[in-house]
T-cell receptor, first 112, second 115 residues
Framework: DAEITQSPRHKITETGRQVTLACHQT?????MFWYRQDLGHGLRLIHY???????NKGEVSDGYSVSRSNTEDLPLTLESAASSQTSVYFC???????????FGEGSRLTVL | GENVEQHPSTLSVQEGDSAVIKCTYS??????FPWYKQELGKGPQLIID?????GEKKDQRIAVTLNKTAKHFSLHITETQPEDSAVYFC??????????????FGKGTHLIIQP
């Protein structure tokens, strides 16, 4: 079955370190998204991509970057991790721009 | 930008009773309203959605109603079962055609089904 996988599922890092969270989908979806989930804030969009070499900033993009070199992967990079970036991160993909979002199981990141 | 308010933040109901979760939105241009269910340790999953040209949509025990004049929409779950226990998120989109980049999520409702 097609799926969307995130890795690592759990990570602890130190302030100032670079961290990359991986997202891989096998649906061949053009559209991919990264959200963060925090208590009291729900889901907030970080970055998104509508295809290879396309990337766009979302609501809370400061301190994050993404790159899209193929259809299947959209890695999320924290250039210099901060404690405020401690969160659960969800990757999602969709077949169409207007379509259902399919979420991964999340990556819990703790920045000490 | 769009602002989505969701209430209540926690809802506890007896098994077999109905549950209603309400959301309001601020931008009258919003035209797509999905509901996602998130089980513990998993990512959210779409359970039902509605577009602005429809006032109500039903799928078995789940229904969503939309009042565009009042700018609010609600999720109704009837005959609740233990597997309905989860966090539910509403969302609204101001993107053209309801694009996912324009989705604004509510803060979520933790639904607890008491046996």
């Amino acid at each position: 079955d097609a799926e969307i996988t995130q890795s690592p599922r759990h990570k602890i890092t130190e302030t100032g370190r670079q961290v990359t969270l991986a997202c891989h989908q096998t649906w061949n979806h053009n559209n991919m998204f990264w959200y963060r989930q925090d208590l009291g804030h729900g889901l907030r969009l970080i970055h998104y991509s509508y295809g290879v070499h396309d990337t766009n900033k979302g609501e809370v993009s400061d301190g994050y970057s993404v790159s899209r070199s193929n259809t299947e992967d959209l890695p999320l990079t924290l250039e210099s991790a901060a404690s405020s970036q401690t969160s659960v991160y969800f990757c999602a993909s969709s077949m169409t721009v207007t379509g259902e979002l399919f979420f991964g199981e999340g990556s819990r990141l703790t920045v000490l | 930008g769009e602002n989505v308010e969701q209430h209540p933040s926690t809802l506890s109901v007896q098994e077999g009773d109905s549950a209603v979760i309400k959301c309001t939105y601020s931008d009258s241009a919003s035209n797509y309203f999905p509901w996602y269910k998130q089980e513990l340790g998993k990512g959210p999953q779409l359970i039902i959605d509605i577009r602005s040209n429809v006032g109500e949509k039903k799928d078995q025990r789940i229904a969503v109603t939309l009042n565009k004049t009042a700018k609010h929409f609600s999720l109704h779950i009837t005959e609740t079962q233990p597997e309905d226990s989860a966090v539910y998120f509403c969302a609204a989109s101001i993107g053209s055609g309801g694009g996912a980049d324009g989705l604004t999520f509510g803060k979520g409702t933790h639904l607890i089904i008491q046996p």
